[in-house]
Structures are given as C-alpha cells and as structure tokens.
C-alpha cells in the first residue's frame, strides 16, 4: 500500500518516517474487532471503565516531554505549546475519569400524568474519529475519553502528517489498560472512511477538520442514518469596545491570534476596534507581532514555529497576497520568512474588504486582520457578517456591556475578556459553517450515548 501518513519536519521539510495506509481487510478487521470489543465493555460497571482513563491521564503526565517532542517534530508546534497540549489532554482526560459517572447517571422525572419515569444514558456502539493535525492530543481525547467512559468504543483515524503522535496515544492507551479494541488506531484513506461509516455496526461519526471533509463525512453519515459532530473552521472575532488598559488588551489579542502559529479554528482572527481606540490599537498590535522570532520550534529562544507544512504556507500566502492585491495595508509581514521551512511572517492587515478573500475566508495562519467600527452595533454587525460561528471574544471594563454584546454575538461560545479557549468541564462547539454537535463537559459525554426513557405509569 502506499505510505500516505508521513512524518516530514515543517521546518526543514524532510520526511522522516513513512508509514502504510491499511488495506481494506484490515479495515474489516478492525471493525469487527472494536464491535466485539464494545459487547463487553458497554456492560463493563462504568467505574471500572474510568480507571484506565485515569491511568491514561498520569501516563501522559509522566512522558509529557517525549509526547511534546513528537507535537515538535511533526506539526512544528513550540515546545512550550507543545507540553501545555500534552497537560491539557491529561486533565481532559481526568476529568472524565472522576466525573463521567456523574454526568452519565440516570435522571429522574417527575410525569404530570404521575407514576415514574427515568432517563439512562446508555453507549450505542463504535464510534469513528477523524482527527486534524493541529492538537494531535487535545483533538483526540476530546472523543475519546468521553465515549470511552460512556461505554462505547473508538476507532480512530489521525491526519496523515502526524502517524508518530497517532501512535504515540494509541500505545498509552495499551499500556493504561483500555481492553485490547477498545480504542484502535487505523492510518485509513478517505474512501476507507467512508467504508467504515457505511458498516451498520459503526453508530456515530465525528470530525475535526475542514469544511469538505466535514461535509464529506456528514453525507456519508447522513445517508446511513448516523449521527455525526462536526467540529469545522472559524473566524473568531476578537471585539474591543473599551479599555483602561490596551497594551495588556492587545496582548491578550496577539496570544489568541498567535498561539500555535496561528493554527486554531478558535484563534482571535479578525479584530474589531472601536474608532476611538483603533490607531493606538494598530500601533501597538503592529510592534508587538513584529518582535516574534521565527526559528527551530524545538529551540527555547524560538517565538514563532513554522506553519503545518509548505502546502498550509503557500495556501496562506495566496489568501494575503490576495488582500494586498486589492488595496489592503500591511502593517507588518506580509511575506515568508527568509529561511528553510514552512514559514510566514506574523503579518498585520487594515483596509480588508468584501472584495478580498482575507473578509471571508478562514486565515490559518500568523496572519491578523483589524477592523475600525463607530460603536457595538457596528461591531455585532461586523462579528456576525461570516459564514463562521465557532468562537468570539469580547473585551471592555464594563461587564454588563461585555454581556449584553455577547447575547448578540452569533456563535456557539464567547469568552469576556479573555481569548477563546477550552477547558475540560466547558461545551466546546460552534454553529453556521462551523459544525454541529458540542464534545466536552457534559454534552460531549453525552452526543454519542441513547437516552433511554423508562416508564412506570
């Protein structure tokens, strides 16, 4: 079979490891094995499901530098990100250790036609995963800690440019002691994907990644009546309507457009202004994304990583060369940087408009658009003027105010003063063009499980 999952350093570009896509009988082998595996741990006491999670969640504590140095070596994450990707995936995974329980346990009700009734929530089956490459830890366990606890089983397919971390957590899943087929990984192509949804035994899908794949497992799903989570792009908007304190604001901003170079569907992606603040906003926002130092991830003096792969440079490029064409101003950047690897430079955009990708397309990338607006209605009206509705960040002293523009905000999550992030006990999911369904905190435990209603009149 061909070697499509490729280990290849972004940045240097050499390929370092290859790896084979399966073939169809192994595909069918690995189906039938997660659906036997799933007969028995769905009746498996569900505290004795969360005791190898647990387990999982030490062991990635205890190897988090060799698991941050694979994120390094394979997406060119910072090595700092890369272990804070590593924490966090080990207290997702704790926390479903310690709470899954609790949120799966059976709800009572109350009929107005009196008698009892109880709701349970049951596992459905095995559940196919397909993972991006940008949190190749933090992406998995958000499927894969919830639906284990729940009973259900997982088959999980990574990106191709990172097989290494793929099989880095499958192991610590192994030497945890998820039953053997309980979490399987498989290096599947796209038409194997769509093999494995077709299967009856497969109950659900869920995707992180882009809008064509998304919509190509979604069709699949949907033609096999499935459900699916899809968790698609976005285009954050970061929006500033006051601020005692603007330096501290922008560098709230540069984190949430610059962490992990820029690549997150969550990243703050266009930054909206009030005119009063604008300029100084620019000023300080254009200095500040100017000091990052591009260079070896693994190299502690290294401030900026490169980006995925030299297809996700060009790609980028294309989008600000676009922009520049047609009249918008460079602040900073705008070009590579001079050096092998798949970098670009951390670049400020005014003057974006309808008529430029860069309005409407997703940047994923060290790129960082800014819009002046008179006031909050202008700013509400510019936030929700995308096809995107993943995150959005609204910053001001005034709380209330802060609220008030945030019920208007259409997306599925709005952080206050503080970047789009995630955390374990948290919903994590967007609407419009930027998926459906929710993982984490109580409704990610709960997307992929039967509520079953039991009644005694």
Not at 199 to 221: F, M, N, P
Not at 378 to 386: I, P, T, Y
Request: some cysteine.
């Amino acid at each position: 079979m061909s070697a499509k999952f490729k280990t290849t350093n972004p940045a240097t570009g050499q390929v370092l490891e290859e790896f084979p896509t399966a073939s169809d009988e192994e595909i069918s082998a690995v189906i039938d094995a997660s659906d036997a595996a799933f007969q028995t741990w769905r009746t498996t006491d569900i505290r004795d499901r969360t005791e190898p999670i647990a387990r999982a969640a030490d062991l990635m504590d205890k190897h988090r530098p060799e698991l941050a140095d694979l994120l390094t070596l394979e997406m060119g994450k910072l090595r700092a990100e890369a272990e804070a990707e590593v924490e966090l995936a080990a207290r997702i995974l704790r926390y479903y250790a310690e709470e899954g329980p609790l949120l799966l346990s059976d709800e009572r009700l109350e009929p107005a036609s009196g008698g009892s009734a109880v709701m349970k929530y049951e596992p459905v089956g095995p559940i196919l995963g397909v993972m991006p490459w940008n949190f190749p830890y933090y992406q998995v366990v958000r499927l894969a800690a919830p639906n284990l606890v729940a009973g259900n089983t997982i088959i999980l397919k990574h990106a191709s440019n990172c097989p290494q971390s793929a099989l880095a957590f499958d192991q610590i899943m192994k030497d945890a002691g998820v039953p053997h087929d309980c979490y399987l990984n498989v290096f599947a192509d796209n038409d194997q994907i769509q093999m494995i949804i077709a299967d009856e035994r497969i109950r659900g899908a869920s995707l992180t990644g882009s809008e064509g794949a998304g919509a190509a497992v979604a069709s699949g799903a949907g033609r096999h009546l499935k459900k699916s989570i899809l968790e698609l792009g976005g285009s954050d908007p970061f929006v500033v309507l006051d601020s005692t304190d603007l330096d501290a604001t922008v560098t709230s901003a540069v984190k949430g457009r610059m962490t992990n170079s820029g690549q997150s569907c969550i990243a703050s992606k266009r930054l909206i202004v009030v005119e009063d603040l604008y300029e100084e906003f620019v000023n300080l926002l254009t200095a500040k994304m100017s000091e990052f130092v591009a260079g070896d991830p693994a190299d502690s003096n290294t401030t900026m990583a490169p980006l995925s792969s030299e297809t996700a440079a060009k790609a980028l490029m294309a989008q600000v060369e676009n922009a520049i064409d047609h009249g918008a101003r460079v602040h900073t950047g705008g070009g590579r940087v001079d050096r092998p690897g798949a970098f670009v430079e951390p670049t400020v955009l005014t003057g974006v408009t309808k008529t430029m990708r860069a309005y409407s397309e997703e940047l994923f990338g060290p790129v960082a658009v800014v819009y002046s607006v008179a006031d909050e209605d202008e700013a509400v009206a510019l936030a929700n003027d995308s096809s995107y509705g993943l995150g959005g960040t609204v910053v001001s002293d005034d709380i209330e105010k802060a609220q008030r523009v945030a019920d208007r905000i259409d997306t599925g999550m709005v952080w206050i003063n503080h970047a789009t992030w995630t955390e374990p006990d948290l919903p994590f999911g967007g609407t419009k063009r930027s998926g459906v369904g929710r993982e984490l905190g109580a409704e990610g435990i709960r997307e992929f499980v039967n509520r079953k209603l039991i009644r005694t009149p």
